[in-house]
């Protein structure tokens, strides 16, 4: 089974930086897209980055400039390095990938989420 694990989250002032690291795990498994996406308070979660299996990135208008998504085929993770900061920027973080579990009864590609991790930006 396909498991997403986030960690690197936490409490930083504005202007601050953090980087969300988020590590697949599974027996045999083929990851196409990862993505980044946020909840934030009494919101729906949104989209923030995605980049895929060659690398292409792409970022909502708001973190354009700030936040850099990256991926270690090698180690299947994804990262999200986000820097100056803003208390808009809090949510709590989920990563997703778009995968194929080769030891499930379908084998058929499906998004996969992990459990999130708090992100919180005070002004």
């Known amino acids: 089974q396909v498991q997403l694990v986030e960690s690197g989250g936490g409490l930083v002032q504005a202007g601050g930086s953090l980087r969300l690291s988020c590590a697949v795990s599974?027996?045999?498994?083929?990851?196409?897209?990862m993505a980044w996406y946020r909840r934030a308070p009494g919101k729906q979660r949104m989209l923030v980055a995605t980049?895929?299996?060659?690398?292409?990135?792409n970022y909502v208008p708001s973190v354009k400039g700030r936040f850099t998504i990256s991926r270690d085929n090698a180690k299947n993770t994804a990262y999200l390095q986000m820097n100056s900061l803003e208390p808009e920027d809090t949510g709590v973080y989920y990563c997703?990938?778009?995968?194929?579990?080769?030891?499930?009864?379908?084998?058929?590609?499906?998004?996969?989420w992990g459990q999130g991790t708090q992100v919180t930006v005070s002004s």
């Open positions: 997703n990938a778009y995968a194929i579990d080769y030891t499930s009864h379908t084998s058929s590609w499906n998004d996969y």
């Open positions: 599974g027996s045999r498994f083929t990851i196409n897209r």
């Open positions: 980049i895929t299996s060659g690398s292409v990135t």
